[in-house]
């Protein structure tokens, strides 16, 4: 009963996946009585599956607040098609599912630089040998994987400026090319300059748009995030005393 839902996170959200991605998930929970009585930490950890796929575990009012945060690795989850969710939740959830795009434009100001910012995280771990990159770098030089995800960061955030539903930046128009770079189709010295080139045109996008874009949020959001997760929590709590 503490399970709100587990939603896929990843590739195949973005019509990117391939026969050997992983299946990531983000599991959702909630607090039991006695977490809120003692004022522990609400969860937010990683579990790592023994085919090295993760569980990504979050408190739902930890979750509620990333909505607000913008981060598009958080918000995919209102839209993918891979989700179980408690039926005792489902109404709640719903609530999300049907706002989703008026949530992903809560804050538009803080959704661009929050892109911008994966897009910086994406560019510094081109050649970045952790354990996780090490293999590909000892064979290309870089990551291939990181080179696709700032390109596919870059389409994203043009799409999204230009006022293209969230649904549909989702779905990259150059899937074959970005597994292609994922594949790793470029040579170092190609791929330092095709992220260089991609990082400065994401600056220059972000930086017009923030000159002329709303810095509003958007109130009724806040109202409905707040009452969503009330609900959840109420209804958590009271089926655990009962």
Known sequence: DRIVGIF????????????????DTKLIITPTFHDLAMNK??????HVRANDEHIDFKD???YIQTFRKQNLNFL????????????????????????RELITHYD??????????VAYTKYKQLENKSPSHIEAIEKFGYSPKELHHLLRVEEYIERYIHGESYANCLLSLQADFLKHVKGGCYRLEDARWVAKTSIDRIDRMCEEHL??????VDETVNALLDD?????????????IR
């Open 228 to 240: 969503v997760q009330y609900n959840i929590m109420k209804i958590a709590i009271e089926k655990e």
């Open 8 to 23: 896929y996170q990843g590739s195949g959200n973005y019509g990117l996946d391939t026969p050997t991605s992983d299946v």
């Open 108 to 117: 538009p100001v803080r959704a661009i630089k929050s892109m911008q910012g």
């Open 41 to 46: 930490q609400p969860v937010s950890t990683t």
């Open 76 to 99: 995919e989850i209102l839209f993918t098609p891979y989700a179980i969710v408690n039926p005792i939740y489902k109404d709640e959830w719903d609530r999300l599912v049907a706002a």
């Open 211 to 216: 000159e002329t874009c709303s810095h509003e």
């Open 60 to 62: 739902v009012r930890l």
